[in-house]
Structures are given as structure tokens and as C-alpha cells.
């Protein structure tokens, strides 16, 4: 199984199953992560920032790169809904305009 760190949740380690999500990943392990429009790539709220490990990543999606195409998604970014890791770890942090309230962030 594969692993997400989330630096700026205390080192937040998810363990990551083959072709699931990383937000299925996330709250699998009980995590809260924003999403909006319920994890349908039809908006950027669950976005991450990919600090290590981006080329461990899938392909982008339909959803990311019409994000992309738009400059809304940066490319260090991918949105958790719709991205899967592939070939190895990766370390990413919430954005800040996505951040939770009830969360504490480091």
C-alpha cells in the first residue's frame, strides 16, 4: 500500500489502496477533508498541493485538466476526488483557502 503525508496536519500518514482516491483514502481512515460538491470533480475545495512525490501520481482526469485549462489548479496541485497514487509515496498540504475550521494545522 502506498502512503500520503499531510505536512501541515502533523504529518498526517495515509495509507492509500490501489485505485482508490485520496479522498476515499482520507476518510476511510477517518479524516475530514473539505468537499464540496461531494467528491464529484465538479469543483476545486478538495485540492492538495503536492510538495514530493508528484510523478508518483495518475493521470489527470477530465475534472483536473479543465481546471487546469482555466487556471484554477495549479501544477502542483491535484484534486483529491478525482487523483490516485500509482508508483510510490507523496507529501502534499491543505491549501489555505480550504482549511477547516475545526482542524488544528501545522
Known amino acids: 500500500m502506498l502512503k500520503l503525508t499531510v505536512q501541515n496536519l502533523a504529518q ?3 495509507k492509500v489502496a490501489p485505485g482508490q ?7 476511510a481512515q477517518g479524516n475530514d477533508w473539505m468537499h464540496a ?7 476545486t475545495t478538495c485540492r492538495i498541493i ?8 495518475g493521470p489527470l482526469t ?3 485538466t479543465r481546471y487546469r485549462n482555466r487556471g484554477r489548479l495549479q501544477e502542483n496541485e491535484r484534486l483529491t ?3 490516485t ?4 509515496d507523496a507529501t502534499g498540504k491543505v491549501p489555505e483557502q480550504t482549511k477547516l475550521p475545526h482542524l488544528l494545522y501545522s
Open 12 to 14: 498526517l500518514e495515509v
Open 21 to 27: 482516491t485520496l479522498l476515499q483514502a482520507l476518510q
Open 37 to 43: 460538491c461531494g467528491g464529484k470533480g465538479r469543483c
Open 50 to 57: 503536492v510538495l514530493q512525490g508528484l510523478e508518483h501520481f
Open 62 to 64: 477530465e475534472a483536473e
Open 81 to 83: 476526488c478525482q487523483c
Open 85 to 88: 497514487l500509482e508508483s510510490g
